[in-house]
């Protein structure tokens, strides 16, 4: 017997509101103990065979509305989050130092540009800035998670290409990639140079 069929058993005596119900607070328990997105197979784990992920957490994200924390998509999957506007007031009360996230305006802007050219080469980012980007820079961003190795680059030498992950998704409050802002719209507001 696999884990989720003895998770659906241990239900079945249960009436469909407490067994539903049930399902929410698991969905909620994993996410709450997830520090990464869960996706939505990992989710279906914990619940009967056959029941709809989508509406549970829907009926789970309206059950939070009003409250101080919420579901969010991101990343290919959901995450349990503080609402935005308590941030300020958890970093007031609370060492969130690591989990917060400390770039310079400059690393910001490469981290921009490998998001919106990856996969790109140090020289493709020397290109857009104009002089080199340390190994240094690079090597920080990569230990914080929010940019990884990608496919090697087809040029001489075969240069290492660098991606953005599914943190840097994450702490951006993207789903993907797609919702990065539009370029164009960057440059109206004064945002880009390029």
């Known amino acids: ?18 067994r539903w119900r049930e399902w929410m607070l698991r969905i909620e328990a994993v996410l709450f103990a997830s520090a990464a997105p869960v996706s939505r197979e990992d989710l279906a784990r914990v619940v009967g065979q ?9 009926d789970l994200a309206a059950e939070f509305e009003g409250r101080a924390f919420e579901i969010k998509q991101a990343a290919k999957g959901w995450v349990l989050r503080t609402r935005p506007r308590y941030g300020v007031a958890i970093r007031a009360a609370a060492d969130v130092g690591q989990a917060h996230l400390d770039l310079k305006e400059f690393e910001l802007a490469v981290l921009a540009a490998i998001a919106y050219h990856q996969p790109i080469t140090r020289d ?7 002089k080199d980007i340390s190994r240094d820079l690079i090597g920080r961003m990569h ?14 030498g075969a240069p290492y290409t660098f991606v953005t992950t599914e943190k840097f998704l994450t702490a951006f409050d993207l789903e993907s990639l797609q919702d990065l802002p539009d370029p164009e719209q960057l440059q109206d507001a004064g945002l880009s140079g390029r």
């Open 1 to 18: 017997m696999t884990m989720t069929e003895h998770l659906d058993r241990e239900l079945e005596s249960l009436p469909p509101e407490a």
């Open 50 to 58: 056959g029941v709809s992920v989508d509406l549970l957490l829907e």
């Open 124 to 130: 493709g980012l020397k290109d857009i800035f104009g």
């Open 143 to 156: 230990d914080q998670g929010l940019i990884s190795t990608g496919p090697r680059a087809p040029q001489r």
